[in-house]
C-alpha cells in the first residue's frame, strides 16, 4: 500500500521578528489549576448505564432526599449515567464566577445526548472543593443502531461539554502578591534568550532591575503593593525581545512519514547514494482434482511468486556547508520515498555530516 509523503521545510526569514514577553514567558506561580469529580446524568433516551456503582450512586442520592429504597432491590435504569467530570481553574478565579465542564461517562452508556447533569462538587488535589457542576449537556457525537445489531457512530457522543457549567466555590491561593521580586519563566527555555530578556526589562527600567538566574527563568524587582504590581506587569508583558534561534533540528514521525527540516540545518560534505528496491509478493490458490474415476480428494494447493524490481541506484553530492535548500532540492530530484528519506537521515546523522539533531516523533 502506498502512504503520502510530506516533507515540510521552515524557512525563516533571515530577521528574526520580535515578540513581546508575554507571549514567549508566563509568571511564575500564575497557573491554572486542575479540578475533577464524580456525578450522575439522568433524562437520557434509555442510552445509560446498569453498572453497580451508577445503581450505588442512584441510591445514595434517593436516600439524601429522603427516598427509602428497600436494601433487597438494586435501582437500575437506562436513563442514568455514571460520569467523571474534570475541568481547568483558571488562574485569579472568584467565587461566583463560572467555567467550562467536560462530562465523560465511566460506564457503558451508550451517549450522554440529551442528559443533565446533577449538581457535583469538583475537587483539587488538595482533596477541597473548588466548584459546583450542574447543567445540559452539548454533546457532538450520535449514534444509531439497528435491531439485527448493526451501529453507526459519529464522533463520542459519550462525551460532552458544559459551557460555564460549572460555578467557582473557592479561591486558589498563590504567590503573585508576596515577595519583593518575581520570576518570568520562559516557555521555551534558552540562555540567549533569557539574557535578552533581562537586557530589555533592565534598559526600560534600570539595572539590576531583572536578572537570569538560568536558562528558563528571570528574576524581577517588582513593588509590594498588589495594584502597582499589576501595573507593572502589564508594562513588562509589552516589551518585544527578539528570541533567540532555535537549535538546528530534524524532526521525523515514523508513522505519518512527516519530516520537518529547520533553517539552520547544515550537512558536511558527503555523498550519497540512493538505490531502489521493490519486492512484490502475490499469492495464488490452485485446485486440483483427481483425474476420471480413480479416487481421490481435491485438494487446494496454494502457489507463491516472488519478483524482486531493482531500480538502478542514484548518487548525489552535497558541497561544504550544504543549506536546507541544498537538501531538499537533492532528496526531490532522486524522489526518495518517506522510508528512504528516514533511512538517508539517520545515514547522514551516523556519519557526522547531519550538523542537527535527528529526532524521531
Known amino acids: 500500500m502506498r502512504y503520502l509523503f510530506v516533507l515540510i521545510t521552515c524557512f525563516l526569514a533571515s530577521i528574526a ?9 508566563s509568571v511564575a506561580g500564575v497557573r491554572s489549576n ?34 427509602a429504597i428497600p436494601a433487597n432491590v438494586s435501582p437500575s435504569s437506562k436513563n442514568i449515567a455514571a460520569v467523571a467530570i474534570h475541568a481547568d481553574l483558571p488562574p485569579f478565579s472568584k467565587p461566583g464566577q463560572t467555567i ?11 451517549s450522554l445526548r440529551g442528559g443533565s447533569l446533577l449538581m457535583s462538587p469538583l475537587k483539587g488535589a488538595d482533596g477541597n472543593v473548588y466548584a459546583l457542576a450542574q447543567g445540559n449537556l452539548v454533546v457532538s457525537g450520535f449514534g444509531a443502531e439497528g435491531r439485527d445489531g448493526s451501529r453507526l457512530s459519529v464522533n463520542v457522543p459519550s462525551v460532552g461539554r458544559i459551557p460555564n457549567g460549572a460555578t467557582v466555590e473557592r479561591t486558589v491561593p498563590n504567590a503573585f502578591s508576596q515577595g519583593d521580586s518575581l520570576v518570568l519563566n520562559l516557555n521555551h527555555p534558552d540562555f540567549t534568550t533569557s539574557r535578552r530578556v533581562a537586557e530589555e526589562i533592565n534598559n526600560l527600567l534600570g539595572a539590576n532591575t531583572a536578572k537570569t538566574i538560568d536558562a528558563t527563568s528571570i528574576r524581577v524587582r517588582a513593588p509590594r503593593d498588589a495594584g502597582q504590581r499589576v501595573s507593572f506587569i502589564s508594562v513588562l508583558e509589552n516589551l518585544e525581545v527578539t528570541p ?25 560534505p558527503v555523498a550519497v547514494t540512493h538505490g531502489g528496491l521493490t519486492v512484490a509478493i502475490t499469492e495464488e490458490l490452485e485446485v486440483n482434482q483427481p483425474n476420471g474415476l480413480t479416487e481421490g480428494e481435491t485438494v487446494i494447493t496454494p502457489r507463491t511468486g516472488i519478483q524482486v524490481d531493482e531500480d538502478s541506484g542514484h548518487m548525489f553530492e552535497f558541497s561544504p556547508g550544504a543549506s536546507l535548500r541544498d537538501i531538499v532540492e537533492a532528496v526531490n530530484q532522486v524522489g526518495a520515498a518517506p522510508g528512504d528519506l528516514m533511512a538517508i537521515l539517520e545515514a547522514l546523522k551516523q556519519a557526522g555530516a547531519l550538523k542537527a539533531e535527528l529526532i524521531v516523533i
Open 244 to 268: 533567540a534561534k532555535e537549535t538546528a533540528k530534524v524532526i521525523i514521525n515514523s508513522r505519518t512519514g512527516t519530516i520537518v527540516i529547520g533553517q539552520d540545518v547544515r550537512v558536511s
Open 100 to 110: 467550562d465542564i467536560t462530562v465523560s461517562a465511566i460506564g457503558d452508556a451508550k
Open 17 to 25: 521578528h520580535a515578540e513581546r514577553i508575554k507571549d514567549i514567558s
Open 34 to 67: 486542575q479540578l475533577v469529580g464524580y456525578g450522575l446524568v439522568v433524562g437520557l433516551d434509555g442510552t445509560g448505564d446498569k453498572t453497580s456503582f451508577t445503581s450505588q450512586t442512584f441510591r445514595n442520592m434517593l436516600n439524601n432526599f429522603g427516598v
